[in-house]
DNA sequence: GTCATCCGCAACCACGGGGTTGCAGATATC
DNA sequence: GATATCTGCAACCCCGTGGTTGCGGATGAC
């Protein structure tokens, strides 16, 4: 499962949504969707394995948080695609492949 | 089918690379992977449907061309969603954010 | 200690989608 | 006109996956 994949799922791309406005758990989430928590846990796991989501456990409950890296290297290979047909994608594929340090938050 | 889905699959994704270095026919495509020409003609026609891909007609054969707008619109998605936790991402999001006219190549 | 939550694991179901094969239609080529 | 390509449509198979329910294990509250 890659990222792409990852972020193919319409429920999966709303339980980023929500965590991109904070950390939350499972049950949390689940409360604001029309399906059960083990459907969202499962969402969850899925987000873990891919990178895009860290779980930290916190005594009987555990807050997923958000890890936007991988949505750079995705958006990376979208600009590098686009590049020759588009100079607006050029320029992003030249602002992503610059490297920096002071990355994420 | 969204675009999210569209580039889900590892084959859609390296018929759209392959695309991006130029216009091809199905059959062209498909003698370039290891599946049948059906089967590439059905992910032509799904990247048509999402809009990534436009078909025309010439004599008995169909070329198809890539069309990099949804892939704009998917990025601006992922920068807006990490646009609070990434720096860089905010920067490409306002920088997809401001509209444009003379696009797409 | 007892009870209530919160969680993960496992089994199970249903549907969609990627792949194949086969065939019929349309267009160049001779 | 006869033939060879290029294409699209339809039927079919199989497996991955999103969803459910049920259960047992940890942790916190009383």
Same mark, same amino acid.
């Given at each position: 499962?890659?990222?792409?994949?990852?972020?193919?799922?319409?429920?999966?791309?709303? =339980?980023?949504?929500? @965590?991109?406005?904070?950390?939350?758990?499972?049950?949390? #989430?689940?409360?604001?969707?029309?399906?059960?928590?083990?459907?969202?846990?499962?969402? #969850?796991?899925? @987000?873990?394995? =891919?990178?895009? =989501?860290?779980?930290?456990?916190?005594?009987?409950?555990?807050?997923?948080?958000?890890? %936007?890296? %991988? #949505? *750079?290297?995705?958006?990376?290979?979208?600009?590098?695609?686009?590049?020759?047909?588009?100079?607006?994608?050029?320029? #992003?594929?030249?602002?992503?492949?610059?490297?920096? *340090?002071?990355?994420?938050?």
């Amino acid at each position: 499962m890659d990222v792409f994949a990852a972020l193919a799922d319409p429920t999966r791309r709303e =339980v980023i949504r929500c @965590l991109a406005e904070g950390p939350a758990t499972a049950t949390e #989430l689940a409360a604001q969707f029309p399906v059960s928590r083990q459907a969202v846990s499962k969402h #969850l796991g899925l @987000l873990d394995e =891919v990178g895009l =989501v860290v779980a930290t456990r916190e005594g009987r409950e555990t807050r997923y948080q958000l890890r %936007p890296e %991988p #949505l *750079r290297d995705a958006m990376s290979w979208m600009a590098a695609v686009g590049a020759r047909w588009d100079d607006r994608l050029a320029a #992003l594929q030249r602002m992503l492949a610059r490297p920096r *340090r002071e990355d994420s938050r």
